[in-house]
C-alpha cells in the first residue's frame, strides 16, 4: 500500500536559519498528488501546499517544495525559519486515499 | 463563520461508555473524513465518506461507528470506551474524495476516557 516517510520527528533550528524536512512517499500510482500540511498547537491541521506536477517548484507563505517522482520525494523547504513556524508538518500522499506521515515537529529558537 | 463545527470541543467520559462525536461541514463538500490524533501516534486516518457512503475504513475495531443523517453531517459513535481512546478527533471534508482536492479540518473533539 501507499506509505510516507518523515525521517526527522524533530527539528530543532535558530531563527533566521534555512529549514528543509524530508519526506519520501512509495505508492504503485504513476500520478500521485503530494501535500503538506501544518499544524500549529491547540490548532487543526490546514494545508500548505500541493503538487502534482514532476519537478515543478510550488511555493505558498514563503515555503516551497518540489516534487520528484525519480526519487519519490516532496521536501518542504524555506530559506529563512521565523518564531511562528514552530509547528507540527505533515507530508501526505493522495494515491487511492489520503495517507499522512508520521509528522516533523518543527521548533525553531530565537 | 466556523465552516466545520465539531461538538463538543471537550469530552470527558468513563471507561465502558458511549459517546457520539458530532460533525457538520458548511462548504458544500461531497467527501468528510475522521481523523484521530494522539500523542503515541500523529494523525491517523479512521474513516472517508462520499455523498453519505463508506469510502474507505482503516479503523480495525467495530466499536467505532460513522452516522452520516445528511450529506453534510457525519458523527461518530464510539462504543464500550477505552482509556486508549483518549485522543483528539478530527473530522475534515473535502469537495470530493481523491484527486488534488484539498482537505478543510474541523477544530477537533478532545476526548478524554477515564
Known amino acids: 500500500g501507499d506509505s510516507v516517510t518523515q525521517t526527522e520527528g524533530l527539528v530543532t533550528l535558530t531563527e533566521g536559519l534555512p529549514v528543509m524536512l524530508n519526506c519520501t512517499y512509495q505508492?504503485?500510482?504513476?500520478?500521485?498528488?503530494l501535500f503538506w500540511y501544518v499544524q500549529h498547537l491547540n490548532e487543526s491541521p490546514r494545508l500548505l501546499l500541493k503538487?502534482?506536477?514532476?519537478?515543478k517548484r510550488t511555493e505558498h507563505q514563503g515555503f516551497h517544495a518540489t516534487l520528484h517522482k525519480s526519487s519519490s520525494s516532496f521536501h518542504l523547504q524555506k530559506s529563512s525559519a521565523q518564531l511562528s513556524d514552530s509547528a507540527l508538518y505533515y507530508c501526505a500522499l493522495m494515491g487511492y486515499k489520503l495517507t499522512f506521515g508520521t509528522g516533523t515537529s518543527l521548533l525553531v529558537d530565537p | 463563520d466556523p465552516k466545520i463545527i465539531q461538538k463538543p470541543k471537550y469530552l470527558v467520559a468513563v471507561t465502558g461508555s458511549e459517546k457520539i462525536l458530532i460533525c457538520e461541514q458548511y462548504l458544500g463538500h461531497n467527501a468528510m473524513y475522521w481523523y484521530r490524533q494522539s500523542a503515541k501516534k500523529p494523525l491517523e486516518f479512521m474513516f472517508s465518506?462520499?455523498?453519505?457512503?463508506?469510502?474507505d475504513n482503516q479503523t480495525a475495531s467495530s466499536r467505532f461507528q460513522p452516522q452520516s443523517s445528511k450529506k453534510n453531517h457525519l458523527d461518530l459513535q464510539i462504543t464500550a470506551l477505552k482509556p486508549d481512546d483518549s485522543a483528539t478527533y478530527f473530522c475534515?471534508?473535502?469537495?470530493?474524495?481523491?484527486?488534488?482536492?484539498?482537505?478543510?479540518f474541523g477544530p477537533g473533539t478532545r476526548l478524554t476516557v477515564l
Open positions: 503538487s502534482f506536477t514532476d519537478n
Open positions: 475534515a471534508s473535502s469537495q470530493d474524495v481523491g484527486g488534488m482536492d484539498e482537505q478543510y
Open positions: 505508492t504503485i500510482y504513476s500520478n500521485p498528488f
Open positions: 465518506y462520499s455523498y453519505q457512503k463508506l469510502m
